[in-house]
T-cell receptor, first 114, second 111 residues
Framework: NAGVTQTPKFRVLKTGQSMTLLCAQD?????MYWYRQDPGMGLRLIHYSVGEGTTAKGEVPDGYNVSRLKKQNFLLGLESAAPSQTSVYFC?????????????FGPGTRLLVL | GENVEQHPSTLSVQEGDSAVIKCTYS??????FPWYKQELGKGPQLIIDIRSNVGEKKDQRIAVTLNKTAKHFSLHITETQPEDSAVYFC??????????FGAGTQVVVTP
């Protein structure tokens, strides 16, 4: 049981380039989330999904797109990277059981846009 | 969107002393209040949480209190140890699990 994994761990992009961040979970969770973390700040929600084939906008969705074609994977895309998207990106999945909930976070992807 | 304020931003304590972090929120729809610990280079890890129908919850050296009327909740760490040094985040969530985080508290426990 690997939990939540993220690929890649680190990436450098030039302004205008595109890339896709991959999040995978092997816990059969329905809910998945993408957050970004900037220095000195808490995480902010970009997009989320409540199940396979569904996506919804979070607090800071502009400049990002997502897809959830398979239950275990949640992809975050940057079509045209901007320096303002330099950040650490965290994926999470949510466990709901017996009235309890837990969000499990991945190790993060560090993205630098030059 | 909802605003979650967290204080203090940094907290230095002597080993064995207690640490208290406080958060306030504005959205009355929030019904879940987790606390996360984040170590350098890692993702946040849930350490304790509380739901809106409970006033206090304790897990060994960690406790959380919630005052829903006043819209504030607090994290208490007793008998602090060097391994408690990390950044701690409070958060609130709605029924969709969308987390709104505070800005974080850097806790430093000195031996």
């Amino acid at each position: 049981n690997a939990g939540v994994t993220q690929t890649p761990k680190f990436r450098v992009l030039k302004t205008g380039q595109s890339m896709t961040l991959l999040c995978a979970q092997d816990m059969n969770h329905e809910y998945m989330y993408w957050y970004r973390q900037d220095p000195g700040m808490g995480l902010r929600l970009i997009h989320y999904s409540v199940g396979e084939g569904t996506t919804a906008k979070g607090e800071v969705p502009d400049g990002y797109n997502v897809s959830r074609l398979k239950k275990q994977n949640f992809l975050l895309g940057l079509e045209s990277a901007a320096p303002s998207q330099t950040s650490v990106y965290f994926c999470a999945s949510r466990r709901l059981a017996g009235g309890q909930e837990t969000q499990y976070f991945g190790p993060g992807t560090r993205l630098l846009v030059l | 969107g909802e605003n979650v304020e967290q204080h203090p931003s940094t907290l230095s304590v002597q080993e064995g002393d207690s640490a208290v972090i406080k958060c306030t929120y504005s959205d009355s729809a929030s019904n879940y209040f987790p606390w996360y610990k984040q170590e350098l280079g890692k993702g946040p890890q849930l350490i304790i949480d509380i739901r809106s129908n409970v006033g206090e919850k304790k897990d060994q050296r960690i406790a959380v209190t919630l005052n829903k009327t006043a819209k504030h909740f607090s994290l208490h760490i007793t008998e602090t140890q060097p391994e408690d040094s990390a950044v701690y985040f409070c958060a609130t969530a709605d029924s969709w699990g969308k987390l709104q985080f505070g800005a974080g508290t850097q806790v430093v426990v000195t031996p």
